[in-house]
């Protein structure tokens, strides 16, 4: 069965709240009891519930399954040919549309929000338009970016974008962020509200998300123009940067009454609650190698008890009913836990910041130090964002599970002070990729393609690619047939410009 619905109603939601944007999806008559002009306070928050869609859907399953955490069900097929690296052009239409439709929301919110000098509007919209397409040009490489978002006929009615470079992407969301930042004031008279489903409006926290975000950037770039990015993450900390802190994590939340579910949780609802994804038996055995109390919260043991994963590929197997584990409802993975429709969509964490900043102190590109003091501390910073949960199933603080953890002896958390960058930058992914198990799959996976760690990935046993991994998404299908500009097919094992490792 294949998920044909979520657009739908994703447009639903979006008619509801009077936002025509979903015109080329849907074909509907006019409600006369519904507002048909957008505001400022509709398109905000259309805009980031489809971003949620797209980065909790279709980029979590396939970043969580090319990134190793989960993989395919032997009981079930949804997801086979991603599991076997085989995906078809269709299988990235949603993320494409859906990313394409939210960075157009954000590009529209900008310039009804520039008529009526709403500053912070514009800075807000600005920021999530180089969150979305950093999304889009780090899953496909080139992308429409310069004529894209410019369908309108006021806007010169461009159908066929041509494809930028990731480099001419990556300038322009850079741009983006410098000019959010001239335009940040917290104590700004005119400032969103509830109408704000990150931060409510927090300038404050949205300065931090910038500051993190351009970080991000500007080490995603560490390899393939080092001086450049070097350069500008100087001149970052030069400006005495506050970064996204615990309490400060950008997500969008869900599970405030019943039609407000996690986006893959609703999916897999509307797939008959058949439990698709499976723990990978790469990430499963790594974490009880290393005493790792986290596989606690991440994924639920299987029938009998254990923790037990299923190698990537390995789907072609007599399988008995309970015999693996499966992601927990804290990631939204138990397809039959209505408790999975609470687990929020992570855009930017905590822990995921403080991993960047040890990153920045290992390479010595800003006068900071305490790499191996970041590294702990992005730790604990998982660790605290999952406190509740820890709480609930072992019956003990975060607190206390961290310095278990850091005390137990386990190989990953004894950094290595004295050691190589080669060797510090192995212990700091890896341990970023513990901490996104299941709740940041996209980004796990596009750091293990940037840096090659953790560097114990294992082929798919029914790899259609040979002894090679998936290195992109592929062009969906809609793009190909409907814009005159596209360039042609790129497999899915070219790697993306900064995938140089």
Same mark, same amino acid.
């Given at each position: 069965?294949?998920? +044909?619905?979520?657009?739908?109603?994703?447009?639903?939601?979006?008619?509801?709240?009077?936002?025509?944007?979903? +015109?080329?999806?849907?074909?509907?008559?006019?409600?006369?009891?519904?507002?048909?002009?957008?505001?400022?306070?509709?398109?905000?928050?259309?805009?980031?519930? !489809?971003?949620?869609?797209?980065?909790?859907?279709?980029?979590? /399953?396939?970043?969580?399954?090319?990134?190793?955490?989960?993989?395919?069900?032997?009981? #079930?097929?949804?997801? !086979?040919?991603?599991?076997?690296?085989?995906?078809?052009?269709?299988?990235?239409?949603?993320?494409?549309?859906?990313?394409?439709?939210?960075?157009?929301?954000?590009?529209?919110?900008?310039?009804?929000?520039?008529?009526?000098?709403?500053?912070?509007?514009?800075?807000?919209?600005?920021?999530?338009?180089?969150?979305?397409?950093?999304?889009?040009?780090?899953?496909?490489?080139?992308?429409?970016?310069?004529?894209?978002? +410019?369908?309108?006929?006021?806007?010169?009615?461009?159908?066929?974008?041509?494809?930028?470079?990731?480099?001419?992407?990556?300038?322009?969301?850079?741009?983006? !962020?410098?000019? #959010?930042?001239?335009?940040?004031?917290?104590?700004?008279?005119?400032?969103?509200?509830?109408?704000?489903?990150?931060?409510?409006?927090?300038?404050?926290?949205?300065?931090?998300?910038?500051?993190?975000?351009?970080?991000?950037?500007?080490?995603?770039?560490?390899?393939?123009?080092?001086?450049?990015?070097?350069?500008? /993450?100087?001149?970052?900390?030069?400006?005495?940067?506050?970064?996204?802190?615990?309490?400060?994590?950008?997500?969008?939340?869900?599970?405030?009454?019943?039609?407000?579910?996690?986006?893959?949780?609703?999916?897999?609802?509307?797939?008959?609650?058949?439990?698709?994804?499976?723990?990978?038996?790469?990430?499963?055995?790594?974490?009880?190698?290393?005493?790792?109390?986290? /596989?606690?919260?991440?994924?639920?043991?299987?029938?009998?008890?254990?923790?037990?994963?299923?190698?990537?590929?390995?789907?072609? !197997?007599?399988?008995?009913?309970?015999?693996?584990?499966?992601?927990?409802?804290?990631?939204?993975?138990?397809?039959?836990?209505?408790?999975?429709?609470?687990?929020?969509?992570?855009?930017?964490?905590?822990?995921?910041?403080?991993?960047?900043?040890?990153?920045?102190?290992? *390479?010595?590109?800003?006068?900071?130090?305490?790499?191996?003091?970041?590294?702990?501390?992005?730790?604990?910073?998982?660790?605290?964002?999952? &406190?509740?949960?820890?709480?609930?199933?072992?019956?003990?603080?975060?607190?206390?599970?961290?310095?278990?953890?850091?005390?137990?002896?386990?190989?990953?958390?004894?950094?290595?002070? *004295?050691?190589?960058?080669?060797?510090?930058?192995?212990?700091?992914?890896?341990?970023?990729?513990?901490?996104?198990?299941?709740?940041?799959?996209?980004?796990?996976?596009?750091?293990? *393609?940037?840096?090659?760690?953790?560097?114990?990935?294992?082929?798919?046993?029914?790899?259609?690619?040979?002894?090679?991994?998936?290195? *992109?998404?592929?062009?969906? &299908?809609?793009?190909?047939?409907?814009?005159?500009?596209?360039?042609?097919? #790129?497999?899915?094992?070219?790697?993306?410009?900064?995938?140089?490792?």
């Amino acid at each position: 069965m294949n998920k +044909k619905i979520r657009p739908g109603i994703v447009c639903l939601m979006l008619l509801t709240l009077g936002i025509s944007s979903c +015109k080329k999806y849907l074909n509907v008559n006019t409600n006369p009891n519904v507002s048909q002009t957008a505001t400022v306070q509709t398109l905000l928050p259309a805009a980031q519930l !489809i971003l949620g869609s797209a980065v909790g859907v279709d980029l979590e /399953i396939n970043g969580s399954i090319w990134g190793q955490y989960w993989t395919q069900s032997p009981a #079930a097929s949804q997801y !086979i040919t991603v599991d076997d690296y085989s995906p078809t052009p269709d299988q990235f239409s949603w993320p494409w549309q859906d990313l394409y439709s939210s960075a157009e929301n954000f590009y529209q919110l900008y310039n009804l929000a520039d008529t009526q000098k709403k500053k912070q509007y514009k800075a807000i919209s600005l920021l999530m338009k180089a969150y979305t397409f950093q999304l889009i040009t780090d899953g496909w490489g080139d992308v429409p970016y310069k004529q894209a978002l +410019k369908g309108q006929y006021a806007d010169g009615h461009v159908v066929n974008p041509k494809f930028d470079s990731q480099m001419v992407v990556y300038n322009g969301i850079i741009a983006d !962020i410098d000019s #959010a930042n001239a335009l940040i004031n917290p104590a700004d008279a005119v400032l969103p509200g509830v109408d704000d489903l990150i931060y409510g409006g927090n300038m404050t926290k949205w300065q931090k998300f910038s500051n993190t975000l351009m970080l991000k950037i500007l080490l995603r770039m560490a390899y393939i123009n080092p001086t450049a990015a070097q350069a500008g /993450i100087t001149a970052l900390y030069a400006t005495a940067p506050a970064f996204i802190g615990l309490g400060d994590d950008a997500f969008v939340g869900y599970g405030y009454n019943s039609n407000n579910r996690n986006p893959f949780f609703a999916e897999e609802v509307g797939l008959f609650n058949v439990q698709n994804v499976i723990a990978s038996s790469t990430c499963v055995d790594s974490m009880l190698s290393n005493n790792d109390p986290r /596989i606690n919260i991440f994924y639920e043991p299987s029938g009998s008890g254990a923790y037990v994963g299923n190698p990537q590929g390995n789907h072609n !197997i007599a399988y008995t009913s309970g015999e693996f584990s499966i992601p927990s409802q804290y990631v939204a993975g138990d397809a039959q836990n209505g408790a999975s429709a609470n687990a929020p969509v992570n855009l930017l964490t905590s822990y995921e910041s403080l991993f960047l900043q040890a990153e920045v102190a290992a *390479r010595g590109w800003a006068n900071i130090g305490g790499d191996s003091l970041l590294f702990a501390q992005a730790i604990k910073a998982n660790f605290d964002y999952y &406190t509740t949960q820890i709480t609930s199933v072992l019956a003990i603080t975060g607190d206390s599970a961290y310095t278990a953890y850091m005390t137990g002896g386990g190989y990953w958390t004894s950094y290595p002070t *004295r050691g190589s960058l080669a060797s510090k930058l192995n212990f700091i992914i890896t341990q970023k990729w513990f901490a996104m198990c299941g709740n940041q799959g996209f980004e796990a996976w596009t750091e293990w *393609r940037r840096t090659g760690y953790p560097n114990f990935f294992t082929i798919s046993k029914t790899s259609l690619i040979g002894s090679n991994f998936p290195e *992109r998404f592929t062009y969906p &299908t809609i793009e190909q047939n409907s814009n005159a500009s596209f360039p042609g097919l #790129a497999p899915v094992t070219e790697k993306v410009w900064w995938d140089v490792q």
